[in-house]
């Protein structure tokens, strides 16, 4: 059985710093692209950023590019979201998700999803 489990979320003040994790078991992350995405109260869900499979390469979305940071430990199974410089427009539920696609897209069907972690920035 597939599980992503995120953690890390929490209340910030504007400006801080905030580091999300991703545990991921039931699959090896090495082998598949993975992402973030976040949800705002009375929003889409939207993609944040994402991380291909073999080279690890990046892309993310242009309000939080030169912020956030996607990393993985394949060792730990495990991906890291670093946020710095935090805004009230990040406040969001974040997800992890997973995907076969070798070569992903914002837009590409993640197979599977963690149940998220809340992250509030106040002003």
């Known amino acids: 059985q597939v599980r992503l489990v995120e953690s890390g979320g929490g209340l910030v003040q504007a400006g801080d710093s905030l580091r999300l994790s991703c545990a991921a078991s039931?699959?090896?992350?090495?082998?598949?692209?993975m992402g973030w995405f976040r949800q705002a109260p009375g929003k889409e869900r939207e993609f944040v950023g994402i991380?291909?499979?073999?080279?690890?390469?990046?892309y993310y979305k242009s309000s939080v590019k030169g912020r956030f940071t996607i990393s993985r430990d394949n060792t730990k199974n495990a991906m890291f979201l670093q946020m710095n410089s935090l805004k009230p427009e990040d406040t969001a539920v974040y997800y992890c998700?997973?995907?076969?696609?070798?070569?992903?897209?914002?837009?590409?069907?993640?197979?599977?999803w963690g149940q998220g972690t809340e992250v509030t920035v106040s002003s």
């Open positions: 039931g699959l090896t992350i090495s082998s598949y692209a």
């Open positions: 998700a997973a995907t076969g696609d070798y070569f992903v897209r914002p837009d590409s069907d993640f197979e599977y």
């Open positions: 991380t291909s499979q073999g080279s690890g390469s990046t």
